[in-house]
């Protein structure tokens, strides 16, 4: 079984939804981020998160840690939000990243 | 703004052959990681690195590979004998303290055939 569970793995919205991907892990950490990867296969960090909410342009990260889940959420998306959404975990003593799966989005116009 | 770079971008090489991929993490950095994503699958841990030891390494690190920070630049990880399974993109990733954000470069390719 996975450590980090993603949901949904692909999702197609049209411009301007609203859009949720979701994340659980079962292991105890200190935080977690939230990471954008193009296709070409670069990875950014997006959020990094260990209570809460964090909130940066039309992207919003919300931390539920007694649940053990985090939702990523984008508001009036558009085609240039097009890419792979993953979560991961910091755990173990050194701070390793354990990574999700991943979501694949489309934004079409 | 200072970012983490890898070299070489993309790296063709024999199975059997060594092959060393080479970082540059951000200047005052400390802790230095590597991970590789195999075509179609999620990322995974190899290595962390901190003051100049290996802090903790996974299953996939196991003796053909290894780490350095020869200078006080870059981090290099070597793979000695490669195989066709080694065949991934391969990120490295720095952070200033241990529960700080980590920044990753933008990978290298390795494909052995």
């Known amino acids: 079984k996975n450590e980090v569970e993603q949901s949904p793995q692909n999702l197609t919205a049209q411009e301007g939804e609203f859009i949720t991907i979701n994340c659980s892990y079962s292991?105890?950490?200190?935080?977690l981020h939230w990471l954008q990867q193009h296709p070409g296969g670069g990875i950014v960090s997006l959020f990094m998160l260990s209570s809460g909410k964090k909130k940066h342009g039309r992207l919003i990260a919300t931390i539920n840690i007694q649940e053990k889940h985090s939702s990523l959420h984008i508001t009036a998306s558009h085609p240039r939000d097009s890419a792979v959404y993953i979560c991961?975990?910091?755990?173990?003593?050194?701070?390793?990243?354990?990574f999700g799966t991943g979501t694949l989005l489309a934004v079409q116009p | 703004e200072p970012e983490v770079t890898q070299t070489p971008s993309h790296q063709v090489t024999q199975m059997g052959q060594e092959v060393i991929l080479r970082c540059v993490p951000i200047?005052?950095?400390?802790?230095f990681y590597w991970y590789r994503q195999i075509l179609g699958q999620k990322v995974e841990f190899l290595v962390s690195f901190y003051n100049n030891e290996i802090s903790e390494k996974s299953e996939i690190f196991d003796d053909q590979f290894s780490v350095e920070r020869p200078d006080g630049s870059n981090f290099t990880l070597k793979i000695r004998s490669t195989k066709l399974e080694d065949s991934a993109m391969y990120f490295c990733?720095?952070?200033?303290?241990?529960?700080?954000?980590?920044?990753f470069g933008p990978g290298t390719r390795l494909t052995v055939l």
């Open positions: 991961a975990v910091y755990g173990g003593a050194t701070n390793k990243l354990i």
């Open positions: 292991v105890g950490i200190s935080a």
């Open positions: 990733a720095s952070n200033g303290f241990r529960t700080d954000t980590q920044y």
């Open positions: 200047s005052n950095h400390l802790y």
